[in-house]
């Protein structure tokens, strides 16, 4: 389940659950810590005690003062109260037939009795005591019991006089451990109380570059998104990496899908001008024979006023017909003289009166001082085309701008208009024949420019937004030159 999880909630959900194991292993760490520094306080501090008895316990024997021996294993009672935990819950002198010779408890170890024989559980602590070695003490826990013993030789001259027996409680400092336990689950609940927010927020922030990068890939299908949507993560880390890898794999996919695009584009608008090459060659002959019958039925035949009217007017329907077949068999022309400056502002003379009619100012710019080794003809034909469009898309009292320079290699014609922009979704047909969209045209004029520029080895480029639409022809000179 968790492997289907978002990174941003997979790294810090593990974040989390190595910070609560951490803090959990160390909690318990701590913990065993404590109970082993208690226990082996408690078995430094009774060993230390057990030393400090065994000598005046040694004198008291000797003695054979059984009140003072018992004084003396009371005294660590009343000198640090009765409810002190850490305190031996029994205390007896055993002597050396393991007979009980005083005792914190005489009521349940009596003076000479033999513990091993009233308590059948104490076998193992008679076993202990004949196998300490002296002078040091001894701990042993009886397993029937809830009590371990710790077990000092009382000695005198090196010679072992009795047993000072220790008894305590194996629970009496769990108190003492639960209170240091709680102090350190407390301490470790505000750790995690406060790390673990702040590594969800950390470990979020670190998925972010990730989760960004599989949303940018997601996005990419028959479609590719903008780069500046992605939103990608730029560093120089193995992140970072991939990212600018993704950024120039989706840069190259871009370039490739614009590259089809115009081979697509470029294709359709030859296989359009294929077609109707072919139709209008098909149509140009049965043409220049109906044309050429009115001609010389207009010369032989009867003067009938109402034939003759009706006569010119298949005419000049046969002839708008021959132009527009005309128009679709560009054909460029090298046998046209070099483009001159002239030739440049005769076209803006011819156009002028268009603008005039629509009281549209045309702004022109001719940068061009020397001839140019283009045909005049086609270069005219291009750029009145783009003009008289120009004047036809403007609003009226609209601009035109008209900007004819040349580089190194190429002339280039920008010609601007400030009238309705032109759609995205008729950018792909705007060059096919009869595709204009403006009442009264033909749809040829796109057409003509790009299949002159297309056999002058140029380039056309749109752009349109509204309030400004731009078309510019460039014409490469060397390659065009007669």
Not at 138 to 161: C, G, H, K
Not at 421 to 437: K, T, V
């Amino acid at each position: 389940m968790i492997r289907n999880l978002s990174f941003r909630y997979k790294i810090p959900l593990r974040a989390s659950i190595l910070i609560a194991f951490t803090a959990a292993v160390v909690t318990a760490a701590v913990m065993y810590r404590v109970y082993e520094n208690l226990k082996n306080d408690l078995l430094a501090d009774a060993s230390s005690m057990g030393r400090v008895l065994a000598r005046p316990l040694a004198t008291a024997i000797l003695h054979d003062d059984v009140w003072r021996a018992y004084e003396i294993i009371n005294s660590p009672t009343r000198a640090t109260g009765e409810g002190r935990g850490s305190q031996p819950q029994v205390m007896m002198v055993l002597d050396a037939r393991q007979k009980v010779y005083v005792s914190t408890q005489p009521k349940q170890y009596p003076m000479l009795s033999d513990l091993a024989a009233d308590d059948p559980a104490a076998g193992p602590l008679r076993q202990a005591i004949d196998a300490m070695v002296a002078p040091e003490f001894t701990v042993i826990t009886l397993p029937s019991t809830d009590r371990f013993y710790i077990l000092t030789p009382i000695m005198s001259d090196e010679v072992r006089l009795a047993t000072l027996v220790m008894g305590y409680s194996r629970s009496m400092f769990v108190p003492r451990f639960f209170d240091m336990a709680s102090s350190a689950v407390v301490m470790t609940l505000l750790a995690l109380a406060l790390l673990l927010p702040v590594t969800w927020y950390w470990a979020w922030r670190m998925a972010i570059p990730l989760t960004r990068l599989a949303e940018a890939m997601g996005r990419v299908g028959p479609t590719l998104p903008d780069l500046a949507d992605c939103r990608l993560y730029v560093s120089r880390d193995e992140i970072g990496q991939v990212g600018t890898a993704f950024a120039r794999m989706l840069g190259q996919l871009k370039e490739k899908e614009a590259l089809e695009a115009q081979m697509l584009h470029s294709e359709r608008l030859a296989a359009v001008g294929r077609l109707a090459a072919g139709i209008a060659h098909e149509i140009n002959n049965p043409l220049g024979g109906m044309l050429n019958a009115i001609s010389t039925f207009k010369k032989h035949g009867n003067d009938d006023p109402q034939t003759m009217k009706t006569l010119s007017l298949i005419e000049r329907g046969l002839v708008q017909i021959k132009d527009i077949i005309a128009a679709l068999l560009v054909e460029a022309r090298l046998q046209s003289h070099p483009l001159s400056v002239q030739d440049i502002e005769d076209t803006c003379t011819l156009v002028l009166s268009d603008a005039h009619r629509k009281s549209a100012e045309l702004v022109w710019e001719n940068d061009i001082m020397d001839a140019l080794p283009l045909p005049s003809t086609l270069v005219r034909q291009i750029l009145i085309n783009l003009l008289l469009n120009a004047i036809a898309a403007v609003e009226t009292q609209g601009r035109v701008r008209c900007h004819i320079y040349r580089d190194s290699t190429n002339m280039i014609m920008r010609v601007e208009n400030g009238g309705q922009h032109i759609p995205p979704e008729r950018m792909n047909y705007l060059f096919e024949p009869f595709s204009s969209s403006r009442e009264g045209g033909t749809g040829l004029g796109l057409w003509v420019i790009y299949q002159i520029t297309q056999q002058m080895k140029g380039e056309i480029a749109v752009q349109s937004q509204p309030g400004l639409t731009c078309f510019v022809v460039t014409l490469p000179i060397v390659e065009a030159s007669p």
